[in-house]
């Protein structure tokens, strides 16, 4: 599978830059042509892993996301988000739907989300050094569309 695009983006882990970040994902995934309801999807998913970045990688205090993103020559679109935050001691329990580390308003369901809203979820993370999650969902081609 080819890389026929990509992009790098690097933001503070404040709240104001989550809508930013899903932004310029959509954006970028625009090229593919994907309908209002994987757009919407994609935001969506994007959202919950920089807001987990955030909450819970550097528990709010401040420090840097990496986000990038590929367009493969089959349609995929991979988006990897990175902090280095505290890391995750149990992405297995992590990823258990009502599972939180914080409580109080937060119902435990970001990667419950990201999974519903991706064909692919991939998460790697260390404790001390941060958490890697990539996303991935394959733009169906419509007729006419540019990459079909």
Known sequence: MEIINKFQLTILSRSANEG????????????????????SDI?????????????????????????SGEITSSGELRVK?????????NIEKAMEPLFTT?????????FAVMESFTDRIKVRSTVGKGTTVLLVKRIKPRFGSKNG
């Open 43 to 67: 935001k969506t998913a994007v959202s919950e892993a920089v807001t987990n970045c955030i909450v819970h990688g550097y528990q709010n205090e401040f420090g840097k996301i990496y986000i």
């Open 102 to 110: 914080v409580g109080g308003e937060r119902a435990g369901l970001g």
């Open 20 to 39: 930013f970040a899903r932004s310029t994902v959509a954006a970028f995934a625009s090229q593919l042509d994907p309908t209002l309801e994987e757009i």
């Open 81 to 89: 988000i990175r902090d280095k935050g505290c890391g995750i001691e």
